[in-house]
T-cell receptor, first 111, second 114 residues
């Protein structure tokens, strides 16, 4: 069974304190790994897609990386507005075009 | 570009009652998804439509859940009868021809079953 595990479940940072979120996956065939941001009361908002090991993508203070077994979302010098739940999802081979999501990491950045 | 519209935003019902949710996808998006997100968990796919046909409903509890997408545009998701464990946010998403990279979510309907 395809599985996506995110850690930690929750993370509190001070403004400017850099850190990383982890997403590990066990899937039959990875076609892509997605990172989403979800604010309270809203649907997930797309951040990045990674396709192959070694790939990296950046957007403002966020940088996503991918290995054969896991992905990291690095947050550099976070601001309070980066507070949200970050979801990782995988697109697996076969069947319908769907995403399998992890449970997410709830990030709180204190000023 | 208008986003994915969902209604209602909130719904509280008693167990064994029925409820329906509505979704209007982004104009021109052929693929529509319904996800269930239980508090503290990631979204789980319930059903996927391509135009007005079902592509994947393997995780839809068909004894109580049903969904339709008439004319390949709007969609409704129904629960009858509801159980306490159905309390969740129901998210609708759409994409252009099963393109995951243009996959846009609505804000969801928060259902509480008491």
């Amino acid at each position: 069974e395809d599985q996506v595990t995110q850690s930690p479940e929750a993370l509190r940072l001070q403004e400017g304190e850099s850190s990383s979120l982890n997403c590990s996956y066990t899937v039959s065939g990875l076609r892509g790994l997605f990172w989403y941001r979800q604010d309270p009361g809203k649907g997930p908002e797309f951040l990045f897609t990674l396709y192959s090991a070694g790939e990296e993508k950046e957007k403002e203070r966020l940088k996503a990386t991918l290995t054969k077994k896991e992905s990291f979302l690095h947050i550099t010098a976070p601001k309070p507005e980066d507070s949200a739940t970050y979801l990782c999802a995988v697109h697996v081979q076969g069947g319908s075009e769907k995403l399998v999501f992890g449970k997410g990491t709830k990030l709180t950045v204190n000023p | 570009e208008a986003g994915v519209a969902q209604s209602p935003r909130y719904k509280i019902i008693e167990k064994r009652q029925s409820v329906a949710f509505w979704c209007n996808p982004i104009s021109g998006h052929a693929t529509l998804y319904w996800y269930q997100q239980i508090l503290g968990q990631g979204p789980k796919l319930l059903i996927q439509f391509q135009n007005n046909g079902v592509v994947d409903d393997s995780q839809l509890p068909k004894d109580r859940f049903s969904a339709e997408r008439l004319k390949g545009v709007d969609s409704t998701l129904k629960i009858q009868p509801a159980k306490l464990e159905d309390s969740a946010v129901y998210l609708c998403a759409s994409s252009l021809n099963r393109n995951l990279y243009g996959y846009t979510f609505g804000s969801g309907t928060r259902l509480t079953v008491v």
